[in-house]
T-cell receptor, first 112, second 117 residues
Framework: DAGVTQSPTHLIKTRGQQVTLRCSPK?????VSWYQQALGQGPQFIFQ???????QRGNFPDRFSGHQFPNYSSELNVNALLLGDSALYLC???????????FGPGTRLLVL | AQSVTQLGSHVSVSEGALVLLRCNYS??????LFWYVQYPNQGLQLLLK??????LVKGINGFEAEFKKSETSFHLTKPSAHMSDAAEYFC???????????????FGKGTKLSVKP
């Protein structure tokens, strides 16, 4: 049983560009959450998707957007990249009504 | 606002010694509490969780944690450290879940555990 998978593993972009990160949830999970982990910090919640809709959102600007597909996979899009967007982006999946989230290995984004 | 405080950004123990990683939380509703471990260049792995019921929770790799409501604490312990325990440990709370919604996780800043031979 595959766990949560994310692609790509690493990405380098320049300021002002746009990026798309992808996540496939653990089998049987229907909820996907995204987190940003800056160097030396704990993960911070970006948003959560359930039934193809954004259900909750953390304190992140509108440059951060997402999407969930009918197969429950998800994308995170970041527009107009800033140097401060450099971080490890983690995807977590869970089942609606259950509290435990399972994390993928992350995508490390470097903005130059 | 809900928050998590992990005391000590770095903890160093000798192999075979007791591991104690501290976590205090603030939450206006009964929380669900978690400990995750992160090995270098990897994602987060769930160690253990407290939802309801028994306040002493056992997890993987010999770790356990005790929920103490009066102290708003959820400290992580392991009786005997192993070299393979060297990693970063994160305490997290899901305060919103109690209301029936699928809550987001609020993490502490993490504690890096080093194990000396």
């Amino acid at each position: 049983d595959a766990g949560v998978t994310q692609s790509p593993t690493h990405l380098i972009k320049t300021r002002g560009q746009q990026v798309t990160l992808r996540c496939s949830p653990k089998s049987g999970h229907d909820t996907v959450s995204w987190y940003q982990q800056a160097l030396g910090q704990g993960p911070q919640f970006i948003f959560q998707y359930y039934e193809e809709e954004e259900r909750q959102r953390g304190n992140f600007p509108d440059r951060f957007s997402g999407h969930q597909f009918p197969n429950y996979s998800s994308e995170l899009n970041v527009n107009a990249l800033l140097l401060g967007d450099s971080a490890l982006y983690l995807c977590a999946s869970s089942t609606a009504g259950l509290e435990t989230q399972y994390f993928g290995p992350g995508t490390r984004l470097l903005v130059l | 606002a809900q928050s998590v405080t992990q005391l000590g950004s770095h903890v160093s123990v000798s192999e075979g010694a007791l591991v104690l990683l501290r976590c205090n939380y603030s939450s206006s509703v009964p929380p669900y509490l978690f400990w995750y471990v992160q090995y270098p260049n990897q994602g987060l792995q769930l160690l253990l969780k407290y939802t309801t019921g028994a306040t002493l929770v056992k997890g993987i790799n010999g770790f356990e944690a005790e929920f103490k409501k009066s102290e708003t604490s959820f400290h992580l312990t392991k009786p005997s450290a192993h070299m393979s325990d060297a990693a970063e440990y994160f305490c997290a709370v899901t305060p919103d879940f109690y209301g029936g919604s699928q809550g987001n996780l609020i993490f502490g800043k993490g504690t890096k555990l080093s194990v000396k031979p």
